[in-house]
Structure formats: structure tokens, C-alpha cells
Nanobody, 125 residues
């Protein structure tokens, strides 16, 4: 079992930055691939970024590539999402997710086994 708790969301002006954190419980965090997803009301949960269990493979949605960076610190059981050059269309609830995997992390939300409660990110124009 893995429990995930996101933090770092908030209100920011367009062009600004935020760093989201996702703290995981459990001693096997390093064996989990981690992903960030986002969702706005009335739409499906959308893939944002993912990172493999050792951090060697990272994947990004086209809409955030070059602006967002995913990273992890296995010693701290934490995964991060650094978000720069934020746009109003980045406004959403952001969720972190985990799946036990030592292969390339998937983009499909259904592949992930554990989810956090989400943190709201609002970007004003």
C-alpha cells in the first residue's frame, strides 16, 4: 500500500511558477513509477508527466514539455513537479499517482494503482 499526499498548489499569475510535491508513505517507494495528472470539471483526467522508478525515464505531455519538470527523491519518498511559465489553461486539480513498475511509466491513468487527493492550481491571466 502507498499513500500519497500532494502539496504546493495555489493561485499564481500567468508566467509564474509553482512547485508541487507528492509525499509517499511506505518503504518501497523507490520501486514505483510516479505520474502527475490534472483534471478540470467536466473533463477526463489528463496525463501531465511521469517518471520511472529510478528517475532515468521521464515523459511529458506535449502541452507542458519545456515548461514543467518532473523529478523524484527516493531518499525522501517524494516526487516533484516544477511548473514554470504557467498559463491559464494549466488551471486544474493536480493529482500524483503511483504504480509498481520498473519499466517506462505509462500515460494512461487506468494503469496507476494509487492516487493522492489532489491539489488545486489556479493560473490567473
Amino acid at each position: 500500500q502507498v499513500q500519497l499526499v500532494e502539496s504546493g498548489g495555489g493561485l499564481v499569475q500567468a508566467g509564474g511558477s509553482l512547485r508541487l510535491s507528492c509525499a509517499a508513505s511506505g518503504r518501497t517507494f523507490s520501486s514505483y513509477a510516479m505520474g502527475w495528472f490534472r483534471q478540470v470539471p467536466g473533463k477526463e483526467r489528463e496525463f501531465v508527466a511521469a517518471i520511472s522508478w529510478r528517475g532515468g525515464i521521464m515523459d511529458y505531455a506535449d502541452s507542458v514539455r519545456g515548461r514543467f519538470t518532473i523529478s523524484r527523491d527516493n531518499a525522501k519518498n517524494t516526487v516533484y513537479l516544477q511548473m514554470n511559465s504557467l498559463k491559464p489553461e494549466d488551471t486544474a486539480v493536480y493529482y500524483c499517482a503511483a504504480m509498481q513498475s520498473r519499466t517506462a511509466p505509462p500515460r494512461a491513468a487506468r494503469e496507476y494503482d494509487y492516487w493522492g487527493q489532489g491539489t488545486q492550481v489556479t493560473v490567473s491571466s
